[in-house]
């Protein structure tokens, strides 16, 4: 490998903002922010929204779709084609 070209690849945690799940993985993200792990060592932070922790596939919550309600909003807009 050529030196100088490759980005640092380094320990950082990965923060889901909707739940207070974390995990430490190594990762070549840059970050602007640190956080002190349970080791009490400071690693580089990024947040994420959505995680394995808080994803709808993976938690088992789904979000019910009112489909009846989408098509009796159809057929009043546009009415029924003959």
Do not use: C, N
């Not at 490759?6 to 889901?16: I, K």
């Not at 394995?52 to 088992?60: I, L």
Request: charged share 35%.
């Amino acid at each position: 490998m050529k030196k100088e070209i490759h980005p640092d690849y380094r320990e950082v945690v990965f923060q889901d903002l909707s739940s207070e799940f974390a995990i430490l993985t190594r990762s070549t993200i840059q970050t602007r922010y640190t956080i002190k792990w349970k080791d009490g060592k400071e690693y580089p932070l990024a947040k994420v929204e959505i995680s394995s922790a808080s994803h709808p596939f993976y938690t088992g919550i789904k979000r019910s779709v009112d489909a009846d309600g989408r098509v009796q909003k159809f057929m009043k807009k546009f009415g029924k084609s003959k």
